[in-house]
T-cell receptor
């Protein structure tokens, strides 16, 4: 079992849809949770950052962390074609030097 | 200069050769990490440097080595290249006290033939 699993996709939705992206993990020491967006031929770009459990909202994006279930989610409201990209979840413990990434979910938002 | 810049953007090498990839960190960032991203996969941690010292390493063999310079730029060196080393190599930097994530460069696409 991989340390971080992610819904593999690919996922295609119509413009304006609500998108739900999810990751599960096995390491209970993880405390910092991030979502990155990666466009083709580009490096990952940080979208959302959450510490421990809870929700965080930023514009059309909402990140949720449920540490009891070892499950994190990213919701995108009113999705736009410009949201078409690969979405990577990443996480680390308090003392870890590196982030552990999920394999990514490719999202296509169709006009 | 803002952002993380990497060079070259693309590179083709022959199996058994050696390669050096370069990274210029974002201004003010003293911590740099290197990741390998195979096609269709998430980035895998190679190692991290803080103030010119390696302070973390992932599950990569010793033929993957690095350097960080006093201006916080860095290099990734890979010896005895193998076909499986073909990947996107990402450099990421952050300030030492920032736990909320890295700023990534656009990467170097390495192809080993």
């Amino acid at each position: 079992q991989k340390e971080v699993e992610q819904d593999p996709g690919p996922l295609s939705v119509p413009e304006g849809a609500i998108v739900s992206l999810n990751c599960t993990y096995s390491n209970s020491a993880f405390q910092y949770f991030m979502w990155y967006r990666q466009y083709s031929r580009k490096g990952p770009e940080l979208l959302m950052y959450t510490y421990s459990s809870g929700n965080k909202e930023d514009g059309r994006f909402t990140a949720q962390v449920d540490k009891s279930s070892k499950y994190i989610s990213l919701f995108i409201r009113d999705s736009q074609p410009s949201d078409s990209a690969t979405y990577l979840c990443a996480m680390r413990g308090i003392y870890g030097q590196n982030f552990v990434f999920g394999p990514g979910t490719r999202l296509s938002v169709l006009p | 200069e803002t952002g993380v810049t990497q060079s070259p953007t693309h590179l083709i090498k022959t199996r058994g050769q050696q390669v050096t990839l370069r990274c210029s960190s974002q201004s003010g960032h003293n911590t740099v990490s290197w990741y390998q991203q195979a096609l269709g996969q998430g980035p895998q941690f190679i190692f991290q440097y803080y103030r010119e010292e390696e302070n973390g390493r992932g599950n990569f063999p010793p033929r993957f080595s690095g350097l960080q310079f006093p201006n916080y730029s860095s290099e990734l060196n890979v010896n005895a290249l193998e076909l499986d080393d073909s990947a996107l190599y990402l450099c990421a930097s952050r300030s030492g006290g920032a736990f909320h994530g890295y700023t990534f460069g656009s990467g170097t696409r390495l192809t080993v033939v």
